[in-house]
């Protein structure tokens, strides 16, 4: 078994939080454990819950169409969330239950070592980068400690208003080339000083 399948395999079985009393299924994680982009959101929804997987509901069917907009589908890379458990009527999780959650994240993180993190939302992205706003943050690629982020607006947000809607539509589009400059620069220094900036779009 690898190391990924056996982090879901607690995540499952896990009883460390509330949480886990009122859940159907735990929700760790699916796609490609190999994929270069790991979009995160902020926890499993009722469909979620249901059947067991992130990102199978409305707002789930509105990813598909944004991944297909730069012609990568829901297989080709991985969707998790920072809780794996649904807090009940789709509150947002307490801040005990995100931090009791967050090892597991951390450790599938470690493991797939993305060359990009694609938060959904505020709370995903406050999770990693904590003194951002989404309003001005959304579609800029930010490094923090070695790692890369693009923060985007929630896609149940752009459900709701045609505004938001475009912003993610053309903020997404700005992955592949996000991924390109990230990959340039890996081959140009292999062993960058890894400070924390903005990264620039060419
Ligand atoms: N919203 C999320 O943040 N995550 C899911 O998995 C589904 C909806």
Partial sequence: ?????????????CALCPLSQTRTHAVPGAGNPNSEIVFVGEGPGK??????????????????????????????????NIVKCRPPNNRDP????????????TRQLEI??????????????????SNLRISTAHGQPK???GQVYLPLYHPA????????????????LKIPL?????KVE?????EPENKDEQLKLI
């Fill in 178 to 182: 996000i991924l390109n400059k990230i």
């Fill in 157 to 172: 947000a752009g459900l709701y208003r045609a505004a938001t809607r475009a912003d993610i539509d053309a903020d997404f």
């Fill in 94 to 105: 307490l801040p005990d239950e995100v931090s009791t959650c967050a090892p597991y994240l």
């Fill in 186 to 190: 890996q081959d140009k220094t292999p």
């Fill in 47 to 80: 469909n979620e819950d249901l059947q067991g997987l992130p990102f199978v509901g409305a707002a789930g069917k509105y990813l598909e169409q944004l991944l297909e907009s730069i012609n990568l589908t829901r297989d080709d890379v991985f969707i998790t």
């Fill in 112 to 129: 797939m070592q993305p060359k990009l993190i694609v938060t959904l939302g505020r709370h995903a992205m406050n999770f990693f980068l």
């Fill in 143 to 145: 490094r923090y400690r």
């Fill in 1 to 13: 078994m690898s190391d990924l399948e056996t982090i879901h395999r607690k995540v499952k079985t």
